[in-house]
């Protein structure tokens, strides 16, 4: 199986800093696309970065300028380094991963990590 674990989330005040860190483990061939969401009480979940193998990233334009997505392919982990951040950026961030389990297998699987919350105070 494969496994996303998360960390880096916690309580930062207004205008902090943090980053976030993926690990994808278990039976894995290939990673393409890597990102990260968010979803804050109440509201839809949404895509705040996501970077390809090759290192082509977008962003949501609430966190241009101030959002940094990286991934590290040797070590199967995508990082979001999140600074000048303000209450509204206050969600649960969850890493996603479309990943390829075998070179048996050409199908692309869509993983989830379990979530790691990110709360700052104004």
């Known amino acids: 199986q494969v496994q996303l674990v998360e960390s880096g989330g916690g309580l930062v005040q207004a205008g902090g800093s943090l980053r976030l860190s993926c690990a994808a483990s278990?039976?894995?061939?290939?990673?393409?696309?890597m990102g990260w969401y968010r979803q804050a009480p109440g509201k839809q979940r949404e895509l705040v970065a996501s970077?390809?193998?090759?290192?082509?990233?977008t962003y949501l334009d609430s966190v241009k300028g101030r959002v940094t997505i990286s991934r590290d392919n040797a070590k199967n982990t995508v990082y979001l380094q999140m600074n000048s951040l303000k209450a509204e950026d206050t969600a649960v961030y969850y890493c996603?991963?479309?990943?390829?389990?075998?070179?048996?297998?050409?199908?692309?699987?869509?993983?989830w990590g379990q979530g790691t919350q990110v709360t700052v105070s104004s």
């Open positions: 970077i390809t193998r090759g290192g082509t990233t």
């Open positions: 278990g039976r894995i061939f290939s990673i393409n696309a």
């Open positions: 996603n991963a479309a990943i390829r389990r075998s070179y048996l297998d050409p199908r692309w699987y869509d993983y």
